[in-house]
């Protein structure tokens, strides 16, 4: 969870950095930055590489705790140090394959330029020319006023959702394996609950992403391809993304009780617990792991 905190500080704050514009116009779905830091790269970092990172990292989380319930002979993958490199190398590499797909696939060509120029001006009193935006032109108009498939946008979103159902597939897989798990095992009643509510919990932080940032991004790509004609209410995607980094961790806390009480703990200012006080919120969640990893492994 320190991971997700630390990520959701950085993807927050290249928002007001970047201050991305998302932008539909008939086939084409554009993105790009307008804030101090602007250019072709800075867009992808925004729209390509922490949207992939961010997702990347959810499926691992899942990982994480799918080894720790259902396969606790491999969970020296995430505890063993020397592990790390090759964990971050995995979790780097698919943030870079998007960033690949999408720079090589869904750059600014001189067709989307010109598709989106008339567009641009009038909206944003703006010169394509002088843009540096990402993202895909699915058609192009023909002769006849016939569609002309643009192929590399096809072939970068065949790329992208390769990623995109490979990730969501391992999370629904590892959620369905640990339900399963924590329902026939036999650990302890104040272990499983605990187990059920870091469950619960990560659940959450899946649920609350795919409706702030997945869903809204999937409907303005979509709008795309389909010529929908929502113009400047795709950008309404970045504002919707920033409520999820702050409501994330409220989610969390609502979500298992043992926070909650060490929250209520700090705010009522009662910071020290005597020795005699035997509440879970004071043991590390890394024991908490290891006794439940001891406790499974005995079924």
Same mark, same amino acid.
């Given at each position: 969870?320190?991971?997700?905190?630390?990520?959701?500080? /950085?993807?927050? %704050?290249?928002?007001? =950095?970047?201050?991305?514009?998302?932008?539909?116009?008939?086939?084409?779905?554009?993105?790009? $930055?307008?804030?101090?830091?602007?250019?072709?790269?800075?867009?992808?970092?925004?729209?390509?590489? &922490?949207?992939?990172?961010?997702?990347?990292? =959810?499926?691992?989380?899942?990982?994480? +705790?799918?080894?720790?319930? #259902?396969?606790?002979?491999?969970?020296?993958?995430?505890?063993?140090?020397?592990?790390?490199?090759? =964990?971050? /190398?995995?979790?780097?590499?698919?943030?870079?394959?998007?960033?690949? &797909?999408?720079?090589?696939?869904?750059?600014?060509?001189?067709?989307?330029?010109?598709?989106?120029? /008339? $567009?641009? +001006?009038?909206?944003?009193?703006?010169?394509?020319?002088? /843009?540096?935006?990402?993202?895909?032109?699915?058609?192009?108009?023909?002769?006849?006023?016939?569609?002309?498939?643009?192929?590399?946008?096809?072939?970068?979103?065949?790329?992208?959702? %390769?990623?995109?159902?490979?990730?969501?597939?391992?999370?629904?897989?590892?959620?369905?394996?640990?339900?399963?798990?924590?329902?026939?095992?036999?650990?302890?009643?104040?272990?499983? +609950?605990?187990?059920?509510?870091?469950?619960?919990?990560?659940?959450?932080?899946?649920?609350?992403? $795919?409706?702030?940032?997945?869903?809204?991004? =999937?409907?303005?790509?979509?709008? $795309?391809?389909?010529? !929908?004609?929502?113009?400047?209410?795709?950008? !309404?995607?970045?504002?919707?993304?920033?409520?999820?980094?702050?409501?994330?961790?409220?989610?969390?806390?609502? #979500?298992?009780?043992?926070?909650?009480?060490?929250?209520?703990?700090?705010?009522?200012?009662?910071?020290?617990?005597?020795?005699?006080?035997?509440?879970?919120?004071?043991?590390?969640?890394? +024991?908490?792991?290891?006794?439940?990893?001891?406790? !499974?492994?005995?079924?």
């Amino acid at each position: 969870m320190i991971t997700f905190a630390l990520f959701d500080i /950085v993807y927050s %704050s290249s928002h007001p =950095l970047s201050n991305p514009i998302m932008f539909t116009h008939r086939h084409a779905f554009i993105v790009f $930055a307008s804030g101090p830091l602007t250019g072709h790269w800075i867009s992808l970092g925004y729209c390509a590489l &922490f949207f992939a990172l961010s997702l990347t990292l =959810l499926a691992g989380h899942f990982l994480y +705790r799918y080894l720790l319930i #259902c396969k606790n002979n491999w969970m020296f993958i995430f505890n063993k140090l020397q592990f790390l490199p090759f =964990l971050i /190398v995995v979790w780097l590499s698919t943030g870079f394959a998007w960033v690949a &797909f999408v720079h090589f696939g869904m750059t600014d060509f001189k067709e989307t330029r010109d598709y989106t120029r /008339v $567009a641009l +001006r009038r909206e944003f009193d703006m010169d394509a020319d002088k /843009v540096q935006m990402v993202g895909p032109l699915f058609f192009l108009d023909g002769p006849t006023n016939n569609l002309i498939i643009f192929w590399p946008a096809w072939f970068a979103m065949a790329g992208c959702f %390769s990623i995109l159902g490979s990730t969501f597939g391992m999370i629904l897989f590892c959620s369905f394996e640990i339900h399963s798990k924590l329902k026939s095992c036999t650990m302890s009643e104040k272990s499983k +609950r605990l187990q059920y509510e870091l469950f619960k919990a990560l659940i959450v932080q899946a649920v609350i992403p $795919a409706i702030f940032e997945y869903t809204p991004c =999937l409907v303005a790509f979509s709008s $795309a391809l389909f010529g !929908i004609p929502l113009g400047r209410w795709t950008n !309404i995607c970045p504002t919707l993304l920033t409520f999820y980094t702050w409501l994330d961790p409220i989610c969390i806390i609502l #979500c298992v009780k043992d926070y909650r009480m060490a929250i209520g703990k700090l705010l009522s200012g009662q910071t020290k617990i005597s020795s005699h006080q035997e509440t879970s919120y004071s043991i590390p969640r890394s +024991r908490v792991d290891s006794y439940a990893k001891k406790e !499974i492994s005995k079924d």
